[in-house]
């Protein structure tokens, strides 16, 4: 059988629960080529239902809506509650998201004490904590480190920040009022493992 390009890279990284965006050169090349079909059909044949986002990233359907791991808990929190900061200072959410870059100490986690409440409930208690967020963030494919205490985050996080909003639109609160729930269509793709994957 005359395979797709690049197939055991691009499962690989995909049942991990990673994202493949443009960041991602050859294997993004390739699915965005015109034997996306191909990949289509491959990954169907083994369980797994390949995906194409409007804003133009890959990734496996997760098999479970109801599989929410607790790294994922403390991304939803994280990432909520930046989303919550950048709003009340007026700005416009998604333009800020993706085209500014931010810096761990600059980050605006530990200036609320609601804001702290939150992410104690799902164990973040420090900058490393937030650190390692960044990083499994990293690890799926929805930011990446720019400098050694700053990131930007990637196409993919239009996943959790749609989820957000909606969250957030639903709730008509702020993420002092309300603790975020992440469900719907983020939980883990089958065949990435418990509390390594989100």
């Not at 993004?28 to 289509?40: F, K, Q, S, T």
Request: with cysteine.
């Amino acid at each position: 059988m005359n395979h797709p390009p690049y197939l055991r890279d691009v499962f690989e990284k995909l049942k991990n629960g990673y994202h493949i965006s443009p960041e991602d050169d050859v294997i993004y090349a390739a699915l965005n080529g015109e034997r996306y079909d191909d990949y289509v059909d491959y990954f169907s044949g083994l369980g797994f239902t390949l995906r194409k986002h409007e804003h133009d990233f890959y990734y496996f359907e997760p098999e479970s809506e109801g599989n929410i791991s607790p790294r994922l808990a403390k991304i939803a929190v994280f990432s909520f509650i930046l989303i919550d900061h950048i709003a009340n200072r007026g700005l416009p959410v998604e333009p800020t998201l993706f085209a500014d870059s931010f810096t761990l100490r600059g980050l605006p986690h530990f200036t609320l004490d609601s804001y702290r409440a939150r992410l104690e409930q799902v164990g973040v208690m420090d900058h490393g904590d937030l650190r390692e967020v960044v990083n499994h963030l990293k690890n799926v494919g929805w930011a990446k480190w720019i400098a050694e205490d700053e990131f930007r985050f990637l196409r993919p996080f239009h996943r959790l920040l749609a989820k957000c909003l909606e969250l957030a639109q639903q709730s008509g609160q702020s993420a002092s009022e309300t603790s975020p729930i992440v469900g719907d269509g983020l939980t883990q793709s089958k065949g990435s493992e418990d509390e390594s994957h989100a």
